[in-house]
């Protein structure tokens, strides 16, 4: 015996969920075999998340717009007192003359849309921490594998004291502790680059 007007907690699933597909635009095929995945992660200190999330995922959804790059935060790790930002995009290869590398220019363009975008949103947590705090001091915090750190740091350190003297700022990269509760956004082949 069914009661008229009512429907069992199945059908009413059922139907959220084919209202969320139809929201949804259908996933096209968004890269061909000779794009590349470019992923930036950065961490955003969990007490301004909202900020750079913004009402409604108003400010996210700006940056994602304004760059065509994919931008999403990730759910919180316990432990936890950063969040991970996932910055990505699919590019076309690209070879990256040694001139584009070292240029001393601060108004290069960036190499694809998740540079840009990951700009954007470290400028996003610069402005969110600055409203928290009197400090002018300007931090990022990018986890990267360590397998691509090393290119970071350089034979014998020569990288990262190059970038250091061009960008006139403090580069530490670290691995992960994994004792450390706070490290737990990271995966176990990260290191954390300051």
Do not use: W
């Amino acid at each position: 015996m069914s009661h008229a007007g009512k429907r069992t907690s199945q059908h009413r699933d059922h139907d959220r969920e084919d209202r969320d597909q139809k929201r949804r635009p259908a996933h096209t095929q968004e890269t061909s075999s000779t794009d590349e995945l470019v992923v930036y992660r950065i961490l955003c200190p969990d007490k301004v998340i909202g900020s750079v999330i913004g009402k409604g995922g108003k400010l996210i959804n700006s940056i994602r717009q304004q760059t065509n790059a994919k931008v999403k935060v990730v759910d919180p790790y316990p432990g936890a007192e950063k969040r991970v930002i996932l910055v990505y995009c699919y590019v076309k290869h690209r070879d990256l003359k040694h001139s584009d590398i070292d240029a001393d220019d601060d108004d290069r363009e960036p190499v694809c849309a998740a540079q840009n975008a990951l700009l954007k949103v470290h400028d996003a947590i610069v402005d969110a921490l600055a409203v928290n705090s009197d400090s002018d001091d300007e931090e990022a915090n990018i986890l990267v594998p360590a397998s691509q750190a090393a290119s970071v740091i350089g034979k014998s350190g020569s990288v990262i004291k190059r970038l250091r003297s061009v960008s006139k700022s403090f580069i530490k990269v670290k691995p992960k502790d994994p004792s450390d509760v706070t490290h737990s956004c990271a995966m176990s082949f990260d290191n954390f680059v300051q």
